[in-house]
């Protein structure tokens, strides 16, 4: 008697090996499996076998231990879990995850858990999210459910997260055994091609091929190992992917050799060790990619103060302690030391405060609060000391909401497939198909079994799909190469291919298509003052427009050398220096005014004020002027049909200005949630969009966004969330990036091209017997030189 499936896990059993359930035609090979299909009965989720089809699971084992009720401790949630509108939100990694039905089942079984209020699972990294009220289902037993189904689930960690160096470690030492052998396996491939022609002795040949033999094995089978799983699990799932496409060629052209080897005939052991290690090396470069955003991805938590100085009252007095932001409550007040960094959201109690809100808008001018301002997590204090009251709890403030948003907007982004898998995928299935076909026709219609295997062979060999899987890998990766010489680093090759199809780009402003660094455009001129006082003054100060003020005055008076200081001090709103009894005073109209000094002047574009000794000297309005080649660049990208729009968090009228000379339209100021409602809008609309930033508050956008480009200089999270890094500051470089991009996608399509040209030209030879395996094998290797010449192009 044959073996029976488990009804469960759908693994074949002997029937003795078999528990039959009481009264129904059903049989399961372990208790885990059967109580697992009556629970999803009896919570109306039998369609997962559906979904399953005729893939097999695991058996489900008994818990090794029961859940540790440690999870649900107030102390381990407040670490390791964020509050949300109906409760909490818990990542857990998850293992054992088979196919997209295991997603489906874990994501339905949790819903129906009272408590649980949101389950998002991510199948590309087994990361899940899951919303649930701590008062009606506790952590520990949305853990033990998930395992009860046959899954396991942590509590994700980002301290612990390492295995993706493992993973880098074990395909770089693939990689440098395929580089190795390979390259020393051509070298044979030459001795003996010259040998042929020179006469070289067959003894000598034959130990040159077993030396091929040799060198080709450690690539398929070190290099190689990775298609070959792939193909075994695809076949196992039904799946007809490149990876069988490619391990389907080399092993057939692996066996012909062989078999040549040792029948006198010409084997074609290089091309074995070439087909394996160059679609390895782009499967090396996406690995590296994703190893380098996952670990800047789990160290994310690093953007968040550590520390932060809380005021106690006591019967002394005030006193001032380092506490965790984890420990403040609100209503506690927190002293901000100049340079550090806001913990939680508040309202301001002194008087004054000066600080850098690039985070929250992405500008570098800074912004002047007062008494009774709010005050946002993510703010930096550029000028003195100041106290706040906290009226946000940590969690909840905005950097930790922006934290969070970043990290889902990541899992959540779009992915865009290749078409050469799809491609592959069937004509992977349509070879096979006329393989079997020309075998059993030449077998059974010409009555030699022999000849019907050489033609299946030759059909086989001339058919595998390597043109196919080198069309669009080596085009992107010589692009990519292409584009680092002209500093712009893709951290994914396919980044390119998306970015040729975009039709909308979206811009950020400030450090985009301006200057990083704030420029004096205009000033006025009062009285006559020491330009060396004035340096002295600003120098050493690292405020922006301190800088500004005083690149120019060393550029405008022609000096480097600043008069020493008896004193400097920096204060709320401004610098007070006294030199030889004099005293000058440099910072805002507002601070000046405080000091005593009049001014007539209302306007409010001035940034920075100077006086000496009580009377004002000049006024100076800086901003941040537009790249030099900002206007060429962007009429170039509508040129080639791009539809270009503005998302700023700038406030001042000189974004519209901006946008009104480019000719292009302006959305501002926009915090960085209504920036993400533009970009949700517009894939709404099915439109291809791309985005360029390089403030925190652009990096939802870039993480949402199908394509995103980041300068050099943006901070480290729209660094993190985006895939293509501009190291030349330049507005050009987009520019650079999107020609490269479309002569990339133009060299994949002529590629592809040749690949079907190839195959519908010598296909039919093969079946007919005009080709024999050799041949095959030569213009196999043959189309694969063209894609490759042809992606070469690329370097011109």
Not at 294 to 305: E, K, R, V
Not at 632 to 648: K, T
Request: glycine fraction near 6%; include cysteine.
């Amino acid at each position: 008697m044959g073996k029976i499936p488990c009804a469960h896990c759908q693994l074949l059993y002997p029937p003795h090996a078999l528990k039959k359930a009481p009264e129904q035609d059903l049989y399961f090979c372990c208790a885990g499996c059967e109580s697992v299909y009556f629970l999803l009965h009896s919570l109306e989720l039998e369609n997962f076998y559906d979904k399953l089809g005729d893939k097999t699971l695991q058996p489900i084992s008994e818990p090794q231990s029961p859940i540790s009720t440690h999870y649900d401790t107030s102390q381990f949630l407040e670490a390791f879990s964020t509050p949300t509108k109906e409760g909490l939100e818990v990542a857990l990694i998850l293992e054992n995850i088979h196919c997209a039905a295991c997603i489906w089942l874990i994501e339905h079984v949790l819903l129906k858990q009272e408590g649980v209020n949101k389950v998002q699972v991510n199948y590309t990294t087994h990361r899940a999210y899951i919303d649930f009220d701590p008062q009606n289902i506790p952590l520990s037993k949305v853990l033990s459910t998930i395992e009860t189904i046959g899954y396991r689930a942590r509590v994700f960690d980002p301290k612990i997260e390492s295995g993706g160096k493992k993973a880098h470690y074990h395909h770089y030492v693939a990689l440098v055994v395929g580089i190795f052998s390979t390259m020393n396996v051509m070298w044979i491939a030459i001795a003996n091609y010259a040998g042929y022609f020179s006469g070289m002795d067959a003894n000598m040949s034959f130990k040159l091929n077993i030396a091929s033999w040799v060198l080709s094995s450690l690539t398929l089978f070190i290099t190689g190992a990775a298609f070959l799983k792939g193909a075994f699990y695809g076949l196992k799932n039904g799946f007809f992917g490149m990876d069988l496409s490619v391990s389907l060629g080399a092993l057939t052209t692996y066996l012909y050799s062989i078999y040549a080897t040792f029948h006198a005939q010409e084997p074609y052991f290089e091309s074995v060790s070439m087909i394996i290690t160059l679609v390895f090396i782009s499967k090396f470069l996406e690995l590296k990619a994703k190893i380098r955003a996952n670990t800047l991805l789990d160290s994310l938590q690093g953007a968040l103060p550590s520390q932060v100085l809380l005021l106690r009252e006591t019967e002394g007095g005030v006193e001032r302690v380092l506490v965790s932001p984890t420990e403040v409550k609100i209503g506690d007040r927190i002293e901000v030391l100049s340079g550090e960094c806001v913990a939680s959201d508040g309202e301001l109690e002194s008087a004054h405060a000066q600080v850098n809100s690039q985070i929250v808008n992405g500008e570098i001018t800074p912004l002047d609060l007062h008494a009774g301002q709010s005050v946002l997590s993510g703010y930096s204090n550029v000028g003195a000391s100041f106290v706040y009251r906290v009226r946000t709890p940590f969690k909840q403030s905005f950097l930790s909401q922006m934290v969070r948003l970043v990290q889902k907007s990541f899992t959540q982004k779009p992915q865009i497939q290749m078409q050469a898998d799809k491609l592959a995928h069937r004509f992977t299935q349509i070879v096979l198909f006329i393989t079997l076909v020309s075998l059993l026709g030449w077998g059974f219609l010409g009555g030699v079994w022999e000849r019907a295997l050489v033609i299946s062979v030759s059909v086989l060999i001339i058919a595998c799909p390597c043109a196919f899987a080198l069309a669009t890998p080596i085009a992107l990766v010589l692009a990519t190469n292409q584009a680092f010489k002209k500093g712009i680093l893709c951290k994914q090759a396919a980044s390119l291919e998306t970015l040729a199809k975009v039709q909308k780009l979206f811009v950020d402003k400030t450090g985009t298509l301006t200057m990083p660094t704030l420029q004096v455009q205009d000033y006025k001129v009062y009285r006559d003052y020491n330009p060396h006082w004035l340096l002295s003054l600003v120098v050493h100060n690292p405020h922006p427009v301190s800088k500004g003020v005083s690149v120019w005055t060393q550029e405008n008076f022609n000096t480097q050398a600043s008069a020493p200081l008896d004193s400097l001090t920096q204060e709320v709103g401004g610098l007070r220096g006294e030199i030889g009894g004099h005293i000058l005073l440099g910072g805002s109209v507002e601070y000046l005014r405080a000091q005593g000094v009049e001014i007539a002047e209302q306007s409010q574009e001035s940034h920075f004020a100077y006086s000496e000794d009580g009377e004002i000297k000049a006024l100076f309005n800086l901003h941040a002027p537009l790249k030099p080649d900002s206007v060429q660049s962007v009429r170039a990208l509508q040129e080639m049909g791009l539809e270009i729009e503005i998302l700023s968090g700038d406030s001042s009228v000189q974004v519209h200005h901006i946008a009104q000379s480019l000719g292009i339209a302006c959305h501002a100021p926009l915090s960085p949630e209504q920036k993400l409602t533009h970009i949700q809008g517009a894939l709404a609309r099915g439109e291809m969009i791309a985005m360029v930033g390089d403030g925190m508050n652009d990096a939802p956008s870039l993480a949402q966004s199908q394509v995103s480009l980041c300068m050099c200089e943006g901070h480290d999270l729209s660094l993190l969330h985006s895939d293509v890094i501009l190291l030349n500051t330049s507005f050009k470089s987009v520019l650079n990036a999107f020609v490269i991009a479309k002569q990339a996608h133009q060299r994949v399509r002529q590629n592809l091209l040749i690949s079907t040209l190839y195959n519908a030209l010598l296909i039919p030879c093969a079946v007919c017997g005009l080709i024999n395996p050799p041949l095959a094998a030569l213009s196999m290797s043959l189309s694969s030189l063209l894609v490759v010449g042809n992606s070469f192009r690329l370097r011109g």
